[in-house]
T-cell receptor
Framework: EDQVTQSPEALRLQEGESSSLNCSYTVSGLRGLFWYRQDPGKGPEFLFTLYSAGEEKEKERLKATLTKKESFLHITAPKPEDSATYLCAVQAYGQNFVFGPGTRLSVLP | GAGVSQSPRYKVAKRGQDVALRCDPISGHVSLFWYQQALGQGPEFLTYFQNEAQLDKSGLPSDRFFAERPEGSVSTLKIQRTQQEDSAVYLC???????????FGDGTRLSIL
């Protein structure tokens, strides 16, 4: 059975303090790994798709990387507006998305 | 439309009542998904449509849950004889295809009293 775990469960950073969020997965035949951002009371907002080990994607202060067992979301010099829950999801070939529980990020001014 | 639209945003029902939740996907998106999200958890898959065909309903928790998309556009998730454990946020997502990034609505928060 496909499984996704995320760590830490919650993370509190000072503005400008860089850090990384982890997404570990077990899946038979990864087709893609997806990162989403979710604000309170809102639906998840798509950030990145990664397809193969070694791939990297960047968007503003965020960079996502992928290995055969895990993905990292690196946040460089975060700002308070980066505060949100970050979700990762995996999709095996022929299967539906499986989401992790998320990491709640708080960036303090 | 500009994004996925869900209605109502909030629904309160008494245990045993039937409810219907609506999803308007992004125009032209052939794939439509329903998820259930409990507080503090990630979304859990319920069901998937490709156009009007329901290709996967393996995540529906019981036969009280029913989804339809009769014309391949708007979808409705119906829950019959609601129970307290049905309380959750129900999210709808659409995409260009089953393997493309999914774009989510803001969900319907369902509370069963």
């Amino acid at each position: 059975e496909d499984q996704v775990t995320q760590s830490p469960e919650a993370l509190r950073l000072q503005e400008g303090e860089s850090s990384s969020l982890n997404c570990s997965y077990t899946v038979s035949g990864l087709r893609g790994l997806f990162w989403y951002r979710q604000d309170p009371g809102k639906g998840p907002e798509f950030l990145f798709t990664l397809y193969s080990a070694g791939e990297e994607k960047e968007k503003e202060r965020l960079k996502a990387t992928l290995t055969k067992k895990e993905s990292f979301l690196h946040i460089t010099a975060p700002k308070p507006e980066d505060s949100a829950t970050y979700l990762c999801a995996v999709q095996a070939y022929g299967q539906n998305f499986v989401f992790g529980p998320g990491t709640r990020l708080s960036v303090l001014p | 439309g500009a994004g996925v639209s869900q209605s109502p945003r909030y629904k309160v029902a008494k245990r045993g009542q039937d409810v219907a939740l609506r999803c308007d996907p992004i125009s032209g998106h052939v794939s439509l998904f329903w998820y259930q999200q409990a507080l503090g958890q990630g979304p859990e898959f319920l069901t998937y449509f490709q156009n009007e065909a329901q290709l996967d309903k393996s995540g529906l928790p019981s036969d009280r849950f029913f989804a339809e998309r009769p014309e391949g556009s708007v979808s409705t998730l119906k829950i019959q004889r609601t129970q307290q454990e049905d309380s959750a946020v129900y999210l709808c997502a659409s995409s260009d295809g089953p393997n493309q990034p999914q774009h989510f609505g803001d969900g319907t928060r369902l509370s069963i009293l």
